[in-house]
């Protein structure tokens, strides 16, 4: 990797963490105002759909923050970019798919083949 694709990457994953955690507050704090217009039993029951949708997704959310931070780290550390399992490089076009992958894609083609097989 050259040695200004770790800070664009850096500032990459920077924006994305910081959009993330802005959403978060924004959604606990509408999750409050809305709890108090539930007018009636069907109001409610939407709400509730509504609240579990959204408390899956922050959850997906708060899983992706966790990647996000280990990914800064590995940049921190100089691994950024290197396959955990197979010790290559990951490609840029891979990395700039997806930021906080840890595996080269022929590391993660083998990986989903054998969850298919096992049924993970």
Not at 78 to 92: D, Y
């Amino acid at each position: 990797m050259e040695e200004k694709e770790p800070d664009f990457f850096k500032e990459l994953l920077n924006a994305q963490l910081e959009e993330l955690l802005k959403q978060a507050g924004c959604s606990v704090a509408d999750m409050r105002k809305e709890i108090d217009s539930c007018a009636d039993f069907a109001d409610m029951a939407s709400f509730e759909i509504d609240r579990t949708l959204m408390l899956r997704i922050r959850d997906r959310e708060s899983r992706l923050i966790r990647k996000i931070k280990k990914a800064l780290e590995r940049i921190e550390d100089g691994v950024f970019g290197i396959c955990e399992r197979c010790g290559e490089e990951i490609s840029i076009k891979r990395l700039k798919a997806r930021p906080v992958t840890t595996l080269c894609i022929k590391c993660k083609t083998k990986e989903e083949k054998l969850e298919r097989v096992i049924g993970i």
